[in-house]
């Protein structure tokens, strides 16, 4: 996903620049921003993707929309999500200021993922409005709280958080859906192995689920599935407490300060690594140096 076309294709759309966005972190498989937007109309227009909007709990206003041949008038509540699938003339005006994150995926995600889940080739989705859906309200959160704190966990731990919400929007929206989901065992061991070498050779990089995936020769879908099948953690966990447990190591060395460790162990900032290594080992990095 091209971050510069979407950033400029949002900007045409919504008048207001957004507050941050998700520009700067190589997400592959969404693109996000957040907005604090006084009263405003959007213009009647259609966009290639996917696009979630998602209401701030604390945030509503007296609002109009027109989705395709839907026309809405009511008052939108915090928490609420709207869905707009990828082609669809979308008019929107509200009255009053909105706080809103905007998610916007790619189509073929979803039509690889409902391939692999529901055995489909084509997937339609229809608009939706007045969804309130707790994972989609959790999963938007902890992407904006990683984004806030500078994505310590690398691209893996934002890519991982959007493809369960494919993945979810792929079974709550779809018009037609199979009953069973396909059921998921564990990767190879061979695979497995040659997953955690290249993780372990890996940990001062960034390293993606795509790479993961490759490695794996899989889908990134199944390969998440699998991996935490396997590891009973996901991806981006299991690449946290590695990292946890190389800086412990290089913590005992006397020559790493703590700036070194973290850059050593993958970690953009000290605080980034000072914040997991507290919550994981349940002590600071320099009062584990000290024992």
Known sequence: MEPNLLEDLSHKIIPQQPIFTSKKTGWQNVFLAYYQHPRAEICQHTVPFHVLEVIDPTSSSNHERRFGNNFLSYKISGGETCFCPAHTHHW??????LNFTVLVFEPRLFEQLASETLGCEQIEF????????????TITNALKADLNAGCPAGRLYGESFAMAL???LIKQFTISKRNHYSSFGELPKHKLKTVLDYIQANLTEDITLEELAKVAGISQFYFARLFKKSM???PHQYILRQRIELAKQLLQQPEYNITDVALQCGFAHPTHLSRHFRRLVGMSPSDFKKL
């Not at 929107?92 to 200021?97: A, D, L, N, V």
């Not at 229809?126 to 309200?137: G, K, R, S, T």
């Open 92 to 97: 929107t005006s509200w009255e009053e200021q």
């Open 126 to 137: 229809i608009p939706q409005w007045q969804i309130f859906d707790p994972v989609i309200q």
């Open 166 to 168: 494919i993945t979810h």
């Open 232 to 234: 009973h953690l996901p």
